[in-house]
DNA sequence: GCCCGAATTGCAGTCGGTGCAAGTTTGCAC
DNA sequence: GTGCAAACTTGCACCGACTGCAATTCGGGC
């Protein structure tokens, strides 16, 4: 995490000089810092270039727009080809979003699926999305950004959506696992629920400058939703 | 809405036997019964072959999967131009939902806006979820066979929520009208939980094979939802 | 230094989607 | 039914996203 958070730090802040030409210098240096002790060249090389794409398709896309920008430019600007850019992400909209596999396989997904830590359901989902908002794989600055783009882009958001839906599956099994087949909470409701509460949380903690963590919007929305069904 | 319901009985049953060729007599006759006394043939015609399309693309992708699926072989099995069909939709996924404008502009809406009909907001938000689940633009059986290939190709559900996302605009008309600017209900966990009981309730209307009506699981999906968030 | 596997790259090709400039068809008035 | 304007359809040329393949380069362990 703090490698991340370094890394953005250094390079991501803003676009520097480098507005023409490869950036290949810039994005090697911005990965100077790692933090597990010994990770190998080819890995910090890859990080690098993951997220000088990622800063790149910002940094365009702020300027011009989603349409506006095609993947040839950001590979020049980034200073790759055209095809490693899609060794790297599905499409264009993933590159602007920082999309990759979040890792839920954590302690804190064991300690949900075994019951606790609480014992109460709604408590512990909040820890669970709480922890989830906490750790982002691609660091709180660039995450933000991303959603900043993305609200201005319905496509995105979508895109977001969608991969959040992807995540669904993952969510179920954990569910399946703690509730087995308690039919007093549908998984369909729980899961979605789920999603929706870490939307809109993630939302307004964007709406508001991004200040604190989104984690601490999730409270208040999970009241809203109590408020609003209440008999 | 009967119109459509009748439309589509008659034309969307089976595959019929227009395996092949173009389907345009088919189509034509679909079309051929129409409610508002006098409709133009022109907006028949513009019916039929927007339901054509609709029933070539879904014959086709159950059958080959929605990515083996190319335009042009919905345009061959329609019986028009690859041009016109983005004449009618505006990708190819869209052609699947059968996705169109939802006609929210009724008195239902109006109703709602000013207060009515009971004036509790959640009874309300109730009755006009449940108004347009019922009145669905393209006539059920169609929307439902979309929603049956949308459960199996992810990237058609992100497509339908980002779709539903679009529409959140629209509700949030209606809704500030309605709530000046209360604070008791932020606008944001308002839109965003009845697109989620829409969305949930029609979800579980397929997975019980389509019975009844859509609307007829919200009642169910509200009290979950309470169930889960009660303190 | 040497070799293996991983990552990058160029290239050729498919498909989704759009703008434009003709045709055709429909609605309408006379 | 004739004629005209607006609405639709269609073919065509074109762009850009994305993929599979085969050649090449590069990092890491020996």
């Known amino acids: ?3 991340l958070d370094e ?4 390079s991501a802040a803003e676009p520097s000089g ?7 210098a810039d994005a090697a240096e911005g990965a100077r810092a790692e933090g597990p002790a010994a990770v190998g060249l080819r890995e910090r090389k890859k990080r690098a270039r993951r997220e000088a794409l990622i800063d790149a398709t910002h940094r365009l896309v702020a300027r011009d727009g989603l349409d506006a920008v095609t993947v040839d430019a950001i590979c020049e600007e ?3 080809s055209t095809r490693t850019f899609f060794n790297y992400f599905d ?3 993933d590159a602007v979003l920082g999309h990759a596999p979040w890792p839920l396989t954590d302690e804190a997904a064991e300690t949900f699926a075994t019951g606790g830590p609480t014992g109460d359901l709604l408590a512990d989902l909040r820890v669970l999305v709480t922890h ?3 750790t982002p794989p691609t660091g709180h600055d660039r995450m933000r950004r991303g959603f900043e783009l993305a609200a201005h882009e319905p496509r995105l958001l ?3 959506i969608a991969w ?3 995540s669904k599956g993952e969510l179920t099994a954990l569910l399946t696992r703690r509730l087995g087949d308690d039919p007093s909470h549908p998984l369909d409701v729980v899961t979605t629920l789920v999603l929706f509460v870490t939307h809109t949380a993630v939302m307004r903690w964007d709406a508001n400058g991004g200040e604190g963590d989104a984690a601490d919007q999730v409270d208040a929305v999970i009241a809203d939703i109590r408020a609003l069904v209440a008999p």
């Open 18 to 24: 480098a507005q023409r030409g490869p950036a290949t």
């Open 7 to 10: 890394g953005s730090a250094a």
């Open 78 to 80: 980034a200073g790759v």
């Open 164 to 166: 959040m839906e992807r």
């Open 91 to 93: 499409s264009k909209d």
């Open 158 to 160: 979508a895109k977001h």
């Open 1 to 3: 995490m703090k490698i």
């Open 132 to 134: 989830v908002l906490e």
